[in-house]
C-alpha cells in the first residue's frame, strides 16, 4: 500500500485503535513505510526495537532507523541517538556523536535532549569543559519545556549559587513547581526549607505535608521523616 497509509495502519496496530493491538503487525507496517522514507515511520520503528515491543530488543539495530528519521528532520530521533552513543549495552560509546546529537536536537525544540546535555557541561564530563552557566541556561530550556527532573536542577544550582547568582525565591519557587508535578525529590526539598525556615517561614504543619507528598511520590527519606514524626 501506499507508504503513509502503512504507517496509518501501523500506529493503530501499536496503539489498538481501530483494531485489536498486535505490535508485530505494527513492525512490519513501520518497517514498509520507514523503507519508502516516511521518516517518522523509521522513528516509532526504532522505539520498537529499542523497548522490545513487537521485536526483540535490538539497541544496535535501532540506531539506523534512529539516524534516518533524524536525518528526515525528526528531532525526537536525534535525542534519542544521542541517549545511545552516550551509554547503551551493544553500542559503541561515541560522546563526540552524543554531543552532536543532542545539540541538534535541543536546538529543534526536543527539551529532554537540552536536559541530557546540561550534566556534561556541569560536570566538564569529556570532551565537553565545564561551563556552570551554560548548563543553567539548558537546565532552564529543558524546564522551560515542562521537565520536571531539569527544574530541581535549575533550582538546585539557583539554591546553592552553584557557578551561577543564587536566587532562593526562585529556586523554592522551582522546588514547589516540581513538587505540584509529582516529583518526590522537590517535595522533600521543599519540606527540608519550610521545617528549617530557609528562605521561608518555618511551618512545620506544611513541612509534614510535603514530607507526605514526597513519600507517596516515591522518596524513602520522606517516608522516613514522616515515620519519625508520627
Known amino acids: 500500500g501506499e507508504p503513509r497509509a502503512c504507517h496509518s495502519r501501523a500506529l493503530m496496530w ?18 514498509k513505510a520507514c523503507d519508502s522514507s516516511v521518516g517518522p515511520a523509521c522513528h516509532e520503528l526504532a522505539v520498537l526495537y529499542e523497548t522490545g515491543r513487537g521485536t526483540k530488543r535490538d539497541f544496535v539495530r535501532a540506531v539506523p532507523l534512529y539516524g534516518k528519521a533524524c536525518n528526515a528532520g525528526d528531532v525526537r530521533s536525534c535525542g534519542r541517538l544521542g541517549r545511545l552513543y552516550n551509554g547503551t549495552p551493544g553500542v559503541e560509546i561515541d560522546k563526540d556523536q552524543a554531543i552532536g546529537f543532542f545539540k541538534q536536537a535541543c536546538d529543534g525544540g526536543d527539551f529532554a535532549s537540552c536536559g541530557a546535555l546540561a550534566p556534561m557541561y556541569e560536570f566538564g564530563e569529556s570532551p565537553v569543559i565545564r561551563d556552570l552557566p551554560k548548563a543553567a541556561n539548558l537546565f532552564k530550556k529543558s524546564c522551560d519545556g515542562g521537565i520536571q527532573s531539569d527544574c530541581f536542577s535549575l533550582a538546585r544550582m539557583l539554591r546553592d549559587g552553584h557557578g551561577i547568582n543564587p536566587d532562593l525565591p526562585k529556586a523554592l519557587a522551582l522546588f514547589t513547581k516540581s513538587c505540584d508535578a509529582g516529583l518526590g525529590t522537590a517535595c522533600f526539598e521543599m519540606a527540608l526549607h519550610t521545617e528549617t525556615g530557609k528562605g521561608v517561614p518555618i511551618d512545620r504543619d506544611r513541612a509534614k505535608l510535603f514530607y507526605e507528598k514526597a513519600c507517596a511520590a516515591g522518596d524513602k527519606r520522606g517516608c522516613d521523616k514522616v515515620r519519625y514524626q508520627d
Do not use: C, M, S
Open 14 to 31: 501499536r496503539d489498538g485503535v481501530g483494531t485489536a493491538k498486535d505490535a508485530a503487525k505494527a513492525v512490519e507496517g513501520f518497517q
